[in-house]
């Protein structure tokens, strides 16, 4: 079955660390990649997204994601966190042919301390 | 414009009572999804919309669960008879065409509470 895997539950940085969070999925075929993010007291809401072409996708607010197909991998990364990327941040995939619906990882809790 | 918008934000019920959920879409988004996020668990997919097809319930999880979408818009999540386990957040989402590289919208979500 299809499954997205977030390793890192609980992340704390200070300002301006870099950041990497892990996301690994299992489906072997033609994928769509999204980060969404939900911060405090907010909806959840798109990050970036992978669906075809350059595999480094940029994002909102300075974020970044890689694809690496031989690896199943699509890691989040931004070189200088801010107080306001305290979040929870999850990792989706969807095969790239006749799937209707997202699979989500657990998600990973970014706290950044100022 | 308007965002995906979802009623009530609190839900409490008893064991056994039924319950519904409901979700506006955003205008003229064709797809609608409903997920479920139960505390320390990713999102769970629950069923899917689309048009006027037949939806994609193979993510519901017993056959308490049930979900109509009236009129190609406003959507119904419906839990009869419900459980302790079925507390959760309660989310719906729409995209404008339903393509598997669409961004889902979501909505705030629904916390039900079954004690």
């Known amino acids: 079955a299809q499954s997205v895997s977030q390793h890192n539950h609980h992340v704390i940085l200070s300002e301006a660390a870099s950041l990497e969070l892990g996301c690994n999925y299992s489906?072997?075929?033609?994928?769509?990649l999204f980060w969404y993010v939900q911060y405090p007291g907010q909806h959840l809401q798109l990050l970036l997204k992978?669906?075809?072409?350059?595999?480094l996708v940029k994002g909102i607010k300075g974020f970044e994601a890689e694809f690496i197909k031989s690896k199943f991998s699509f890691n989040l990364r931004k070189p200088s966190v801010q107080w306001s990327d305290t979040a929870e941040y999850f990792c989706?995939?969807?095969?790239?042919?006749?799937?209707?619906?997202?699979?989500f990882g657990t998600g990973t809790r970014l706290t950044v301390i100022p | 414009g308007a965002g995906v918008s979802q009623s009530p934000s609190n839900k409490v019920t008893e064991k056994g009572k039924d319950v519904e959920l409901r979700c506006d879409p955003i205008?003229?988004?064709?797809?609608l999804y409903w997920y479920r996020q139960s505390l320390g668990q990713g999102l769970e997919f629950l069923i899917y919309?689309?048009?006027?097809?037949?939806?994609?319930k193979s993510g519901l999880p017993s056959d308490r669960f049930s979900a109509e979408r009236t009129g190609g818009s406003v959507s119904t999540l419906t839990i009869q008879r419900t459980q302790q386990e079925d507390s959760a957040v309660y989310l719906c989402?729409?995209?404008?065409?339903?393509?598997?590289?669409?961004?889902?919208?979501f909505g705030p979500g629904t916390r039900l509470t079954v004690l």
């Open positions: 489906y072997g075929g033609t994928v769509n």
């Open positions: 989706a995939v969807t095969p790239g042919a006749g799937a209707n619906n997202l699979f």
């Open positions: 919309f689309q048009g006027n097809s037949a939806p994609d």
């Open positions: 205008s003229g988004h064709t797809a």
């Open positions: 992978y669906f075809s072409g350059d595999p």
């Open positions: 989402a729409s995209t404008p065409s339903g393509q598997t590289w669409d961004t889902q919208y």
